[in-house]
């Protein structure tokens, strides 16, 4: 398949819509990472993108609506505390876990009774699901397991030729996933620390819960199963001032190793490649992914990355690093 890439013109929005309304695959920028749409209430072109990804079946998908009024299309039992947080939050960089209303196919989350539901904020994406006139399920745009991707290149890089179109809107503003948000329990549930901060949402709703293993045993939290943000190099996650201590014997060995730290490093050897990442946490987060696939195409044999705290976005930040490391 010839995979076209589009600048979102409002050209390329009608063919977009078109393809989705006839079945294919979509890429689109939101506000967080590169989404891979398709229309959510369709079982036949959803397992296209499970396809295209490779991604296991039983990881569910999130599925993207305009605004709070399309929520009633796709979940049922909607309490009024979820329609709270979908009022202060949305459109936004925030994924609802709530009950699964008959329309959506089990293929579409998984098999779980509950689905997935978020409105981005970006202007691409929002004309596209109005265009469509459907919901639509996307995961991040990578090939399963890859880094997501936060610009049309690396869509290119993981999905050409598996794809029907490729909307180019730029870099995305966020460059870290949704926060995904279980509504079905009590205390809500913290599935994904995402663009919106734990401190965000406690704000508004009191106690938050943050998933554990137990959470994942019982299968509410699938995504916590899978492998995730792994470039071909090994990633070692290491404390703050510990990279010149750690690349050392790795470089003494003639190896070639990167270094993603937040300060200047007063080590310069061949070998060794330093990527000073921004002590801004919003822009440490756009930057994190791209990070990862600029050092990975390098050829270099790990990549030692400094901890940072986790407070706000450093949360995210944290959890997608200790991903990649594992
Ligand atoms: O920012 C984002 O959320 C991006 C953009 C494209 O919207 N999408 C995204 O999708 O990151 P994906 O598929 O890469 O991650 C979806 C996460 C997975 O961890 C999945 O397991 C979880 O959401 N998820 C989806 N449906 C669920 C459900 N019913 N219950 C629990 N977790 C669910
Ligand atoms: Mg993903």
């Not at 036949?44 to 569910?60: D, L, M, T």
């Not at 290119?156 to 730029?170: A, S, Y």
């Not at 704000?203 to 792994?230: K, M």
């Not at 990279?243 to 050392?248: D, F, L, M, P, Q």
Request: charged residues 25%.
């Amino acid at each position: 398949m010839r995979t076209q890439v589009l600048e979102a013109t409002p050209e390329a929005l009608t063919r977009a819509a078109e393809v989705i309304r006839a079945g294919g695959l979509v890429a689109f920028p939101t506000e967080t990472v590169y989404g891979l749409g398709a229309n959510a209430l369709s079982a036949a072109a959803v397992a296209k993108i499970f396809e295209a990804k490779e991604r296991p079946r039983g990881n569910p998908l999130i599925v993207h609506v305009a605004d709070a009024t399309a929520l009633d299309e796709v979940a049922v039992r909607v309490t009024d505390r979820a329609r709270e947080v979908v009022a202060i939050f949305w459109p936004g960089p925030l994924t609802l876990v709530l009950e699964r209303a008959a329309p959506v196919p089990l293929i579409t989350t998984g098999g779980l009774d509950t689905v997935a539901v978020r409105a981005p904020a970006h202007p691409v994406a929002q004309a596209l699901i109005r265009a469509a006139g459907r919901p639509l399920a996307a995961p991040s745009a990578n090939r399963s397991g890859r880094p997501s991707p936060t610009r049309a290149p690396h869509v290119v890089e993981d999905l050409g030729g598996r794809i029907e179109l490729i909307l180019d809107g730029g870099s995305t503003s966020v460059g870290l996933e949704s926060t995904v948000l279980d509504m079905t329990t009590e205390p809500p549930t913290l599935l994904r620390p995402g663009g919106v901060t734990l401190e965000q949402l406690e704000a508004h709703l009191g106690r938050v819960r943050l998933a554990t293993g137990d959470d994942e045993a019982a299968g509410r939290s699938p995504g916590l199963r899978f492998r995730h943000y792994a470039p071909r190099a090994k990633v070692v996650l290491i404390e703050a001032g510990a990279g010149e201590e750690a690349v050392v014997s790795w470089l003494d060995g003639g190896k070639s190793v990167a270094l993603m730290v937040q300060r200047s490093v007063g080590l310069d050897r061949p070998g060794l490649r330093v990527r000073l990442m921004p002590v801004d946490l919003e822009a440490y987060g756009r930057d994190l992914f791209e990070a990862l696939r600029e050092l990975d195409a390098t050829g270099v044999e790990a990549i030692f990355v400094e901890g940072i705290a986790e407070v706000g976005l450093g949360r995210a930040i944290m959890d997608r690093l200790r991903r990649a490391a594992s």
